[in-house]
Every structure is written in C-alpha cells, then in structure tokens.
C-alpha cells in the first residue's frame, strides 16, 4: 500500500496522560499536514510541514501540541496533559509541490485514514 | 479567516435521481475548491475540485459550478448510485499561498435508497 499510512488507528487513553500519533505521507510527496475532525464537522487545518521544516500553526494547536517531522519523511504529533476535548479523529494529509515553484502544486491532499483518539 | 458553510446537512435521494450540495465561502481571496468524499472510517477522499478562473467543470456524474461574485460553488451528483452514499465536504483555500491549507464545511450526508 502507497498511500499515507497512521499509526495507530485507535487510542484511548485516560485524561492527562501523553499520546503521540505517527504519519507516514506518500513517499515522494514533500509536503505533510495534520487536520483534526470532531464528530459531525470537517476537518480542521492543525498544522503543515514542507520537508522537515513546520511553516504554518493553527491557533486550534495549542502549547500541549506538537508535531515533528524530524527527516522531512514521517512525522509525529504529540498531545501532552490530554482533555476530553482532544476526542477526536486525527487526520494526516501530504500532497506534492512540483518543482516549478511556490505556485506548482498539484493541488490534491491525500489523506490517510485516520488515528481516533478517545480520552475518558 | 475563510469560513465555508455547507447545505444541507444531509440529503436522500433515490437511485438515479440527482443530488445537489451548496457551499459558500466568505473570502474573496479563496481561488480553489475541492470536493472530497469521506466513507465510514476511512480518510476524506478528493473527488473533484475547481479554480477560480473555471466557472464549471465536470467529471463523468460528477459536475461542480462556481459563482464568484455570489461567492457560491454546488456539487452536482447524476445518476446517483448506492455507492454515492457517503459525507461530501466542500473546502476552499487560497492558492498560490500556504500550499494546501483548506477550510472545509462541516459536511453533507448523502444517502442513495434503492
């Protein structure tokens, strides 16, 4: 399978403890991004990478988030003290920047099917 | 910030009927608008999308128009199929910009009935 893989599908976990989410985008797609989705509503714009480097946050990201893409290959978030608002579905998109400059991308996300994460 | 507003919230057609799903969008700036098909337990998946330049584009059953002086674009499903069931997003975002951060609506469950 080729496409954006995430691992693991399903985490529960208890309030206040530490969960962390991995990503693995489309191999030679250079661009990665996460997106949150709550019961009932799209997916919310988190954060997005471009190589190794983390060019754009969401103010929905606050300080408990992080998210690292360490080798511009996988990359992982990380939610500390989590709450009960964090229960959602964590989605990981990459797409593919052409080499013809900041305009030439192909435009399509491929997103990955998902890490839920319940906090009781 | 974009904000998108998507109608209806959900939607049951017949098999064969046509579906028709609206969205609007509040930024002026936004020039790209994808369509994406989201299945149980599986991620969104980009079915169809349009540029601000295009008025209209479609794709075998699939068509999506785009009115940007009303600031609206409508997916257009025909000959719908069981298969069509599933949640539909609308999403805008700007393009050339940060690549592909898009402001998606909050979704339309499409029912397909024998």
């Known amino acids: 399978d080729t496409g954006v893989s995430q691992d693991p599908r399903h985490k529960i976990t208890k309030r206040g403890q530490n969960v962390t989410f991995r990503c693995d985008p489309i191999?030679?797609?250079?661009?990665l991004y996460w997106y949150r989705q709550t019961l009932g509503q799209g997916p919310e714009f988190l954060t997005y990478?471009?190589?190794?480097?983390?060019?754009?946050k969401s103010r929905l990201l606050s300080d408990r988030f992080s998210a690292e893409r360490p080798k511009g290959s996988f990359s992982t978030l990380e939610i500390q003290r989590t709450e009960q608002g964090d229960s959602a579905m964590y989605l990981c998109?990459?797409?593919?920047?052409?080499?013809?400059?900041?305009?030439?991308?192909?435009?399509?996300?491929?997103f990955g099917e998902g890490s839920r994460l319940t906090v009781l | 910030g974009e904000n998108v507003e998507q109608h209806p919230s959900t939607l049951s057609v017949q098999e064969g009927d046509s579906a028709v799903i609206k969205c609007t969008y509040s930024?002026?700036?936004?020039?790209?608008f994808p369509w994406y098909k989201q299945e149980l337990g599986k991620g969104p998946q980009l079915i169809i999308d349009?540029?601000?330049?295009?008025g209209e584009k479609k794709d075998q059953r699939i068509a999506v128009t785009l009115n940007k002086t009303a600031k609206h674009f409508s997916l257009h499903i025909t000959e719908t199929q069981p298969e069509d069931s599933a949640v539909y997003f609308c999403?805008?975002?700007?393009?050339?910009?940060?690549?592909?951060?898009?402001?998606f609506g909050t979704g339309t469950r499409l029912q397909v009935t024998l």
């Open positions: 990478f471009q190589n190794e480097a983390q060019l754009e």
């Open positions: 191999s030679e797609h250079n661009r």
């Open positions: 349009i540029r601000s330049n295009v």
């Open positions: 930024d002026s700036a936004s020039n790209y």
């Open positions: 999403a805008a975002s700007i393009r050339p910009g940060t690549a592909s951060k898009l402001t």
């Open positions: 998109a990459s797409s593919s920047r052409l080499a013809g400059g900041p305009g030439s991308d192909t435009g399509e996300l491929f």
